[in-house]
C-alpha cells in the first residue's frame, strides 16, 4: 500500500504544488507556508478541504490582532513566525477553536519554547553571529535555524525566478500585440 500523497493549491496565487508526502506537508505547516485559505488534497485532486480541516496540520488556534481582526484557524508554528517578524506581540488573544478558551499568548505554554526572543527585530544580530568554536547548546537550534532559511531562500528565488519568466513572457505578448514597450 502507498502513502498517501497531498496536493495544494495556495488560495493567493491559485499555484498547485504536489504530489507532496505527508512529511513535505507537515514541514510547510511547520514553516508557516499553509495558510486557512489554501484547500488541500488527499485524493488525486477529487475532493479538496480548506487546509483547517486536515487534523493532521493542527491549524486550531484563532488570533485575535490588535483590531480585533481574527486570523486563522492556524497552527502554533504560523503564530511563532508571526511573532518572530513582529506582525503580533504577546500580548495578542488567541483562541483555541475545539475548546474555546481564550488567553494571552505570553500565557501559552508553547510561547515559552516559541524562538521569538532570537529572532525579533529587536535581536536580529543574536542570530547572525557566528557560532563559537566551542561548541555549546544553541549551536544544533541555530544550525537549523540556517537551514530552514536556506530552504526558504532556496524557496524565495525560485519564486522570483518564476515570476520574472511571466514578467517577459507577458511584456513579450503585449508588445506583439500593440507593436510598443509598455509604459
Same mark, same amino acid.
Given at each position: 500500500?502507498?502513502?498517501?500523497?497531498?496536493?495544494?493549491?495556495?488560495?493567493?496565487? &491559485?499555484?498547485?504544488?504536489?504530489?507532496?508526502?505527508?512529511?513535505?506537508?507537515?514541514?510547510?505547516?511547520?514553516?508557516?507556508?499553509?495558510?486557512?485559505?489554501?484547500?488541500?488534497?488527499?485524493?488525486? &485532486?477529487?475532493?479538496?478541504? %480548506?487546509?483547517?480541516?486536515?487534523?493532521?496540520?493542527?491549524?486550531?488556534? +484563532?488570533?485575535?490582532?490588535?483590531?480585533?481582526?481574527?486570523?486563522?484557524?492556524?497552527?502554533?508554528?504560523?503564530?511563532?513566525? !508571526? =511573532?518572530?517578524?513582529?506582525?503580533?506581540?504577546?500580548?495578542?488573544? $488567541?483562541?483555541?477553536?475545539?475548546?474555546?478558551?481564550?488567553?494571552?499568548?505570553?500565557?501559552?505554554? !508553547? !510561547?515559552?519554547?516559541?524562538?521569538?526572543?532570537? %529572532?525579533?527585530?529587536?535581536?536580529?544580530?543574536?542570530?547572525?553571529?557566528?557560532?563559537?568554536?566551542?561548541?555549546?547548546?544553541?549551536?544544533?537550534?541555530?544550525?537549523? %535555524?540556517?537551514?530552514? =532559511?536556506? &530552504?526558504? +531562500?532556496?524557496?524565495?528565488?525560485?519564486? $522570483?525566478?518564476?515570476? +520574472?519568466?511571466?514578467? &517577459?513572457? =507577458?511584456?513579450?505578448?503585449?508588445?506583439?500585440?500593440?507593436?510598443?514597450?509598455? %509604459?
Amino acid at each position: 500500500m502507498t502513502a498517501p500523497t497531498w496536493h495544494l493549491i495556495k488560495a493567493e496565487t &491559485r499555484e498547485q504544488y504536489g504530489p507532496l508526502t505527508h512529511e513535505a506537508l507537515l514541514q510547510l505547516a511547520a514553516e508557516a507556508k499553509i495558510s486557512p485559505m489554501d484547500k488541500l488534497s488527499e485524493d488525486g &485532486r477529487q475532493t479538496w478541504l %480548506r487546509a483547517p480541516m486536515v487534523r493532521a496540520l493542527q491549524m486550531d488556534w +484563532l488570533i485575535q490582532m490588535p483590531d480585533q481582526y481574527l486570523y486563522g484557524p492556524t497552527n502554533i508554528a504560523t503564530i511563532q513566525e !508571526f =511573532l518572530a517578524t513582529g506582525q503580533i506581540d504577546e500580548n495578542v488573544t $488567541l483562541i483555541h477553536c475545539v475548546t474555546g478558551e481564550e488567553a494571552r499568548l505570553a500565557d501559552q505554554p !508553547f !510561547f515559552q519554547d516559541s524562538p521569538h526572543h532570537a %529572532r525579533s527585530a529587536q535581536t536580529t544580530l543574536l542570530g547572525a553571529r557566528w557560532p563559537s568554536r566551542e561548541g555549546h547548546e544553541g549551536d544544533a537550534a541555530l544550525h537549523q %535555524r540556517i537551514r530552514t =532559511l536556506e &530552504r526558504q +531562500l532556496m524557496q524565495a528565488q525560485h519564486e $522570483l525566478d518564476e515570476a +520574472l519568466e511571466a514578467y &517577459r513572457l =507577458l511584456r513579450q505578448q503585449f508588445i506583439e500585440e500593440t507593436g510598443r514597450e509598455p %509604459r
